[in-house]
């Protein structure tokens, strides 16, 4: 036999040998997973670090314990209320909800958006719970690993599920974050929407938000003209389907919800004003080639043409060749700009040869360096402003260097504060709860609130008929543009008091 057949052999028999039989807390039924609940908390935690890094979450603190509100009073009805359940809004547009092992689920903001009522929020939450509560993940996991290295996966692969195993065959690389955000199943997807429609019901909400809230979502997805959808449906089971079980589980459910009916729309409402829908003031923005930070008092100019990108950890540029680029992050708080040059040129840039050169750059004390490694060049300028070290990388091929260093000074030369006129232009979309006046039509009130979406998307996302008339009072969902008020919080509503009276004008409206 050959000898990576022998080695692929033994490592089976590893798997095989860590695979323990547990209940599954959701079919109490036993099954055989590889691992334990601790390690399933361990890897959600991990994975939650890296979310909280990257993309990040939503700022709005009313919002986020409100939610977590929510979802605590759900999950102590669960198959698993002695998790640490975390319940958090992911700052990203894309709308999507997913859940993590240990207890860790998340909501982006756009799914958000095109939520109408707190039943709906409620069985969103629930729907994540019961992925957790019947460890789906861990099924995953279970799954992949013996075909994982059956099919060549590197031996490193499984010290994560199996930690014995994993110390004496080498460390847990991709394998392990790729199970965990890999699709569900159809089946599993099911028992999600089961779990959590009882899950719901049992706390007071409506089972029925599940209709509704894929009612919505293929609506939005016809709209986009898509045929496969990108985020939350995108591996669940077909609508017809899920809205076929999510009726008869809610004709069997919907007694307990009729004894004690919770649901605050209002209240779900108010906590939407204000709910940002497009990009990020505070993280600075791109006007064409010139980037500008509101927090920062920051502006730099980047090469004309060239593809910028906004990282929450650094801004960048590449040619439209792609055969440079330029990356602007910050080095160093509080400290010389030779210390942080000479702490870079002594890391990353130590294999360029970087030997940092002071200088005043702008006005600003700063440092330059130059090096090479192979076939790349290293440009590197380092300039201190307002308390902070700002570094300025430019990469390129050696044999072209000379055609982007220019470019490369240039962007540092350009950084600078803002001037007053470009302090006040930030501005920022989000979402407003307007009244609507009786007989009003959709179109009419987009008009009179200043409404940034159409008539068609506004409907969607209210889960209204683009061409009926609005009664007096109903509350209606419109992004708005207003002014950005620089790093404030918003407060915490009080039910009811988002949108403003119908006859009063303005965004407040």
């Excluded at 000898?3 to 040998?17: H, K, Y």
């Excluded at 890094?53 to 409100?66: H, I, S, T, V």
């Excluded at 990353?348 to 090096?371: D, E, H, K, N, S």
Aim: proline share 6%; glycine share 10%.
């Amino acid at each position: 036999m050959p000898r990576a057949a022998l080695r692929r052999l033994a490592l089976l028999s590893v798997i095989a040998g860590g695979m323990a039989c547990a209940l599954n807390p959701v079919t109490r039924r036993p099954e055989v997973v590889l691992v334990s609940e601790a390690a399933e908390r361990r890897m959600g935690a991990e994975q939650a670090e890296q979310i909280a890094r990257e993309p990040g979450l939503f700022g709005d603190r009313a919002l986020g314990d409100y939610l977590q509100g929510i979802g605590e009073r759900l999950a102590r009805g669960s198959p698993r209320p002695d998790l640490d359940w975390r319940f958090a809004v992911l700052d990203v547009w894309g709308q999507n909800a997913f859940a993590l092992p240990g207890g860790y689920v998340y909501v982006t903001r756009g799914l958000l958006a095109y939520l109408n009522r707190e039943d709906e929020l409620a069985f969103v939450l629930a729907h994540e719970i019961g992925h957790v509560a019947a460890r789906h993940s861990v099924q995953r996991m279970t799954r992949a690993a013996p075909l994982a290295v059956a099919t060549g996966l590197p031996a490193a692969a499984v010290s994560l599920v199996l930690p014995a195993a994993g110390r004496a065959l080498g460390s847990m690389g991709q394998f392990a974050n790729s199970a965990l955000m890999a699709p569900y199943g159809r089946s599993q997807e099911l028992q999600a929407d089961a779990v959590g429609q009882r899950l719901v019901a049992d706390s007071g909400w409506d089972p029925g938000a599940l209709m509704d809230f894929v009612r919505t979502l293929d609506r939005e997805r016809a709209l986009r003209g898509e045929t496969e959808r990108l985020g939350f449906l995108r591996t669940h089971p077909l609508s017809r389907e899920r809205i076929e079980r999510g009726e008869e589980n809610a004709a069997r459910f919907g007694a307990v919800h009729e004894a004690h009916p919770r649901a605050d729309d209002a209240l779900f409402l108010a906590h939407l004003e204000g709910l940002r829908v497009g990009a990020d003031p505070s993280a600075g923005v791109f006007y064409e080639n010139h980037f500008r930070h509101p927090e920062l008092d920051l502006a730099v100019e980047f090469p004309r043409d060239w593809i910028t990108a906004n990282h929450p950890e650094y801004v960048m540029a590449i040619d439209p060749d792609g055969d440079a680029r330029v990356v602007l992050e910050v080095a160093g708080v509080d400290e010389d700009v030779l210390v942080a040059a000479r702490r870079f040129a002594k890391g990353p840039g130590a294999a360029f040869g970087l030997i940092p050169q002071a200088t005043t750059l702008t006005g600003y004390p700063g440092a330059r360096g130059v090096g090479s490694a192979g076939d790349a060049a290293l440009d590197v300028s380092w300039i201190a402003y307002a308390g902070r070290v700002y570094q300025v990388t430019g990469i390129a091929p050696l044999e072209d260097y000379e055609r982007f260093q220019t470019a490369f000074i240039d962007v540092a030369l350009s950084l600078r504060g803002l001037t007053s006129a470009e302090r006040d232009s930030f501005v920022e979309e989000v979402l407003h709860v307007a009244r609507a006046r009786s007989g009003e039509s959709l179109g009419e009130l987009i008009d009179r609130v200043g409404g940034l979406w159409d008539e068609q998307t506004t409907a969607v996302a209210n889960a209204l008929d683009p061409s009926a008339s609005l009664r007096a009072g109903a509350l209606v969902k419109v992004p708005v543009r207003r002014h950005y008020r620089g790093g404030s919080e918003p407060e915490a509503p009080a039910p009811g008091s988002s949108a403003g009276s119908p006859d009063s004008g303005g965004s407040g409206s």
